[in-house]
């Protein structure tokens, strides 16, 4: 709007332009007036960019991990590898708050590739200090799944890394997977057929296409954390939490509860016989040292399961 939003027709198209990809970004068939805010924005997104390549060259990432719990023993069964990013003028960031501007701009490709080479890395060389170690789930996000070379990194990186296959579980949403439901099913059979797990996350917030659901060879349903957080108080969540549940039992899949904070939510979990869950009542995700110990202790979780 002139001349509120600049003095010249440089000026004026450039906001409009950049208004006018707020407006994609809000799924488009919309309009949004152009504010200075939307500048700041741009300049913010632009400068995590920059600064992401850099840690991609100068190594700023690092991996925690969240144990997977056995509700019945109180055992480690697995473990969710998760991405910081350790900046060394903001300090240690989370994924919200850089992994959407890297799938923007597509540095989400390298950023994956990392993360599973790490978690593989990491979780072999557990394997041969003699540690129980467990399988390690790694989240794939879509912009991956359907990249080019996607399976044959898979291959290449248990290759490189000496992982066995079972130890490594990919977990991909059901919007990803119900994108294009036929290239899905071929590429989760070729994944099935390396012998790497599967697992579906945050189940339920998506599709949940049963007829797809069947067709694909997945090993474990993880439910979102957003229908555990009110299972003891709201009769709709827990209506889902127990379908989803006894679904996973019926399939013959694992089931991981996401988002376990209280005694009452592990409670209406085992009640339901659902297997297993991570979640801040066990433990907040972790550096792989602080891991270590915990798979040395063994049962560490046994009290809280009881």
Request: contains cysteine.
């Amino acid at each position: 709007v002139y001349p509120d939003d600049g003095d010249n027709v440089e000026t004026i198209m450039q906001n409009a332009d950049t208004a006018m990809y707020h407006a994609k970004e809000k799924g488009r068939n919309t309009y949004q007036f152009f504010t200075s805010e939307m500048n700041t924005d741009a300049v913010r997104r632009q400068q995590i960019e920059s600064n992401l390549r850099r840690a991609l060259k100068q190594g700023e990432f690092i991996l925690h991990y969240q144990p997977q719990v056995d509700f019945a023993c109180g055992e480690i069964i697995g473990a969710e590898a998760l991405v910081r990013w350790q900046d060394p003028n903001l300090g240690l960031l989370y994924p919200n708050q850089f992994v959407p501007v890297a799938e923007e701009c597509g540095l989400i490709v390298p950023i994956g590739r990392w993360v599973l080479t790490e978690a593989c890395r990491q979780t072999q060389s557990w394997l041969e200090l003699g540690l129980p170690a467990v399988p390690v789930s790694v989240n794939v996000s879509a912009i991956e799944f359907r990249s080019k070379g996607f399976l044959d990194g898979i291959a290449q990186t248990l290759k490189e890394t000496g992982l066995p296959a079972n130890f490594l579980e990919l977990e991909l949403t059901e919007s990803i997977l119900m994108h294009d439901a036929e290239f899905s099913t071929v590429t989760l059979e070729t994944l099935k057929g390396m012998g790497v797990k599967l697992a579906i996350d945050d189940f339920g917030t998506g599709y949940s296409s049963l007829s797809y659901l069947k067709r694909f060879p997945i090993d474990t349903l993880k439910i979102d954390q957003s229908f555990v957080r009110d299972i003891t108080t709201d009769a709709n969540d827990a209506t889902i939490v127990s379908a989803v549940i006894g679904m996973g039992i019926n399939l013959k899949q694992r089931v991981i509860a996401e988002g376990v904070e209280t005694q009452a939510q592990l409670a209406f979990l085992k009640s339901r016989k659902c297997e297993g869950g991570q979640g801040y009542l066990f433990s907040h995700p972790l550096a792989a040292n602080r891991f270590a110990n915990l798979l040395v202790a063994g049962s560490e979780f046994r009290k809280v399961c009881a």
